[in-house]
């Protein structure tokens, strides 16, 4: 038998050497992993603050259908995921702020792509539903308030799985992500690094603030939060996927989520940009601010619009 005389396959090449986004995602929305942190970001000016206006900027002017968003404070019990129906929800209230800064912000929800989210979930054997009750908590309305302060675009919510099974997470990202090629933006919001147990709460009850950094953040916050953004920045398509299950295992995960809901987000945003096509797209953390010493709210926008400004 002869030996093969055929060249070894090419490893793939580094991120920065795939296709360029413009040719691999043309006519994709980008998608957003945004940390929220605590309410008082709601009302305190931040970076963040700043980096979640100008995607809402960008966002009204590719003319958005609407946003479809999951957030980090809603799951279902069993097997089930619910989808927000609601033609008119309220707020849950929410401490240490301003009653002004959110209470007259009008809600616009938006019940036909909320149809059409449970209509694309059933079909993928998920035991997906409506819920015509749900009122809107500040994962969500605080992060549309400073996106979108004019006016809340139509807006869709999805629910965790109480299960916080992160492959199951994903799947829901990856089954809602065509949404992206009719021009609807998807967003995750929960946290880079957030551990209510491990935070220092003093500067916040006395002096209500948020940002006091009397001290560095712990160690374990600060490897976790590098491997998040070694994560998103580092990979795409697949690998994106593999890599972000892959740190709930990480050594420091349970120091810097001492439950899963705020990494869900993280999971859907993934499923959403982690496809075979989306390999070499662009992924950018513009913003990021510490709260509370170990709170640590990093802003993550992966993909970018076609045409014009860049995410």
């Not at 999971?267 to 096509?277: L, N, P, R, S």
Request: charged share 20%; proline share 7%.
């Amino acid at each position: 038998m002869g030996m093969d005389s055929s060249p070894p396959s090419a490893s793939p090449p580094p991120k920065n050497e795939w296709y360029t986004n413009e040719l691999t995602n043309a006519g994709l929305t980008p998608v957003h992993f945004f940390s929220h942190g605590s309410t008082m970001m709601l009302g305190e000016k931040s970076a963040s603050a700043d980096y979640w206006r100008k995607c809402g900027a960008e966002a009204l002017e590719r003319n958005i259908k609407g946003v479809v968003i999951m957030g980090a404070h809603w799951d279902c019990l069993g097997d089930k995921i619910q989808v927000a129906t609601n033609p008119q929800p309220a707020k849950s209230p929410v401490a240490y702020v301003d009653p002004d800064k959110y209470v007259n912000y009008k809600l616009n929800p938006d019940l036909p792509t909320a149809q059409r989210c449970i209509d694309m979930l059933t079909q993928e054997g998920f035991n997906a539903d409506g819920n015509a009750s749900f009122d809107w908590i500040h994962d969500v309305y605080l992060i549309l308030i400073h996106m979108f302060p004019n006016g809340c675009p139509p807006t869709t919510i999805i629910s965790m799985n109480a299960r916080y099974d992160p492959h199951y997470h994903m799947k829901v990202g990856a089954t809602l992500r065509p949404l992206r090629k009719d021009n609807y933006l998807l967003i995750g919001t929960g946290g880079a690094v957030h551990n209510l147990y491990r935070n220092l709460w003093a500067p916040m009850l006395r002096f209500r603030d948020n940002f006091a950094q009397e001290t560095p953040p712990e160690e374990w916050a600060l490897e976790f939060r590098q491997a998040v953004e070694d994560v998103i920045l580092k990979t795409s398509g697949p690998q994106l996927r593999r890599a972000m299950t892959r740190l709930m295992k990480h050594p420091r995960f349970r120091d810097a989520h001492a439950t899963d809901d705020h990494f869900m987000a993280a999971m859907f945003v993934a499923g959403a940009t982690g496809d075979v096509e989306d390999l070499g797209a662009s992924a950018v953390m513009p913003a990021e601010d510490w709260e509370l010493t170990n709170m640590c709210n990093s802003q993550f926008t992966l993909g970018a619009w076609s045409k014009g400004i860049t995410a």
